[in-house]
T-cell receptor
Framework: AQKVTQAQTEISVVEKEDVTLDCVYE???????LFWYKQPPSGELVFLIR??????QNEISGRYSWNFQKSTSSFNFTITASQVVDSAVYFC?????????????FGTGTRLTIIP | KAGVTQTPRYLIKTRGQQVTLSCSPI?????VSWYQQTPGQGLQFLFE???????NKGNFPGRFSGRQFSNSRSEMNVSTLELGDSALYLC?????????????????FGPGTRLLVL
C-alpha cells in the first residue's frame, strides 16, 4: 500500500527565513505522481506542484522550490525568504498509476507558521 | 474558468439524519473525487466518479454513497449520520481527457463543505 509521511507536524520560522518541508513516500509502483498542496485557514486545498516519477529534475517557482530524490523516496519543498502569507498547512500527496484507479494518498500535513 | 464549487458550505445535522452534498467541477473536467478531512484521520479518499461511473472507492461504510450526472456534477450522500461524520468534505475535479485510464492528473479542489453532526 502506498504511504506518505510528513514527519514535521508544526514548524514556526521568522519572516524572511528559509524553510524546508519534508515528504517521504512509499509505493511499489514504478509510475507514480507526487503533489504538494497548500491549505490556508479557509480550508480549500490549493495545488502547488505535480511531479511524475520519471522526472527527477528539481523545480523552482519564484520563492518555492522542490527537491525530488527517488533514491531516498523524498519530495521536499523549500520556501525561500518566507512571508506571513505562506502560513498554512501543507500537504504532500501521492497518486499511483493503476488503470482507472485515481486517488490521492495524503500525508498528515505540516502546519507552517511564519512569525512577523 | 470558474473553479470547483461546493454547496452548501456549512451544514449542521443531528444524528440519524441524512445529508446530500453537491459539487460542480471545473468546466470540461470529467472526473470528480471526494475526500473527507478530520483532525484525527486527516485527508481520506471517499470515491471517484468518471462518466457517471464510480471508478474507485475508499474504505468507508456503505452509508457513504455518491453519484455523478451527465454534466459531470456530483453529489455525495451520507445516511444515518453519526457524530464521527463531522468533517470537512472536499470535492476535487480533474480533466482526464484521455479517459479513465489517464491517471495522475492534477486534482483541483473546491472550498469544501463543513458538516457538523450533533
Amino acid at each position: 500500500a502506498q504511504k506518505v509521511t510528513q514527519a514535521q507536524t508544526e514548524i514556526s520560522v521568522v519572516e524572511k527565513e528559509d524553510v524546508t518541508l519534508d515528504c517521504v513516500y512509499e509505493t511499489r509502483d514504478t509510475t507514480y505522481y507526487l503533489f504538494w498542496y497548500k491549505q490556508p485557514p479557509s480550508g480549500e486545498l490549493v495545488f502547488l506542484i505535480r511531479r511524475n516519477s520519471f522526472d527527477e529534475q528539481n523545480e523552482i517557482s519564484g520563492r518555492y522550490s522542490w527537491n525530488f530524490q527517488k533514491s531516498t523516496s523524498s519530495f521536499n519543498f523549500t520556501i525561500t525568504a518566507s512571508q506571513v502569507v505562506d502560513s498554512a498547512v501543507y500537504f504532500c500527496a501521492l497518486s499511483e498509476s493503476n488503470f482507472g484507479n485515481e486517488k490521492l494518498t495524503f500525508g498528515t500535513g505540516t502546519r507552517l507558521t511564519i512569525i512577523p | 474558468k470558474a473553479g470547483v464549487t461546493q454547496t452548501p458550505r456549512y451544514l449542521i445535522k443531528t444524528r440519524g439524519q441524512q445529508v446530500t452534498l453537491s459539487c460542480s467541477p471545473i468546466s470540461g473536467h470529467r472526473s470528480v473525487s471526494w475526500y473527507q478531512q478530520t483532525p484525527g484521520q486527516g485527508l481520506q479518499f471517499l470515491f471517484e466518479y468518471f462518466s457517471e461511473t464510480q471508478r474507485n472507492k475508499g474504505n468507508f461504510p456503505g452509508r457513504f454513497s455518491g453519484r455523478q450526472f451527465s454534466n459531470s456534477r456530483s453529489e455525495m450522500n451520507v445516511s444515518t449520520l453519526e457524530l464521527g461524520d463531522s468533517a470537512l468534505y472536499l470535492c476535487a475535479s480533474s480533466h482526464r481527457a484521455g479517459g479513465p485510464s489517464w491517471v495522475g492528473e492534477t486534482q483541483y479542489f473546491g472550498p469544501g463543505t463543513r458538516l457538523l453532526v450533533l
